[in-house]
């Protein structure tokens, strides 16, 4: 992975722009989530969805290459429609949350997500901006997502990915927790243990059902 510290020192480093104050704040946002990284000398803030972030994830949905839309959506959609983007920025920090990573600048460089599907299992999706792919931000996003998961009694997340979708099998394989749960015609689903060690003990069958199982 390339994601490094600058050598200068993350302090040098211009810091992202600050969150609007407002209501949103007051309102149970989890601000304990927030963090930042350096990647390639670039600080980026890691922090939950907030209402007003609802154009700038529109932008990023709008500025991904067709073909990243594509394997994040399943379809060849230019951009999410307005129901869409409000259940992205629509979430209760608990049962549903999304990650926002922006640059300093604001723009919103990548953007991941989970939604509860029943006992214990989390739907989990994410895309990276195209020219920030292979710097290790995936990997930044899953992990973020795993501890507020963790942190609200998930167990597992599960993924529905295309099976031509390199990336996100290579991404999903490397985090110590996978189990392959099954193929559905060109989608492959996975299931991603919260606790590693939950992973090497939970035979395929009973992940394939936990990750069936109704909510
Ligand atoms: C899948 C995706 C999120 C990966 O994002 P990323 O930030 O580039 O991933 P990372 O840099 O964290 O990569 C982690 C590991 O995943 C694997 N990987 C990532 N991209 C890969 C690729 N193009 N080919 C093969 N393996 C790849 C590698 O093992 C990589 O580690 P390495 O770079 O040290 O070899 C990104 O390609 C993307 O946004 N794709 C479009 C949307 C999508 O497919 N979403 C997933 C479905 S929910």
Do not use: K
Not at 147 to 172: K, Y
């Amino acid at each position: 992975m390339r994601s490094t510290t600058h050598p200068s020192g993350p302090a040098l480093l211009p810091r992202p722009a600050p969150l609007r104050s407002g209501p949103e704040l007051l309102r149970g946002h989890p601000v304990h989530r927030r963090s930042s990284v350096v990647v390639d000398g670039q600080r980026l803030e890691l922090r939950p969805v907030v209402p007003s972030d609802l154009d700038g994830i529109d932008r990023f949905v709008r500025g991904l290459s067709p073909r990243s839309r594509f394997l994040r959506f399943h379809a060849a959609v230019r951009r999410l429609s307005s129901g869409q983007l409000a259940g992205l920025v629509d979430v209760d920090h608990h049962d549903r949350e999304t990650v926002v990573v922006r640059d300093t600048s604001g723009a919103v460089v990548a953007l991941g997500q989970y939604a509860g599907v029943g006992r214990g299992v989390a739907e989990l999706g994410l895309a990276v901006a195209d020219d920030w792919h292979r710097r290790g931000l995936a990997t930044r996003v899953v992990a973020w997502l795993a501890d507020a998961a963790r942190e609200e009694g998930f167990r597992a997340f599960t993924a529905s990915v295309l099976a031509e979708n390199r990336a996100a099998i290579g991404l999903f394989d490397r985090w110590p927790g996978t189990v392959q749960v099954e193929r559905h015609g060109t989608a492959v689903e996975v299931l991603l243990c919260l606790d590693p060690y939950e992973a090497t003990a939970l035979p395929a069958a009973a992940a394939a059902d936990a990750a069936s199982a109704p909510a």
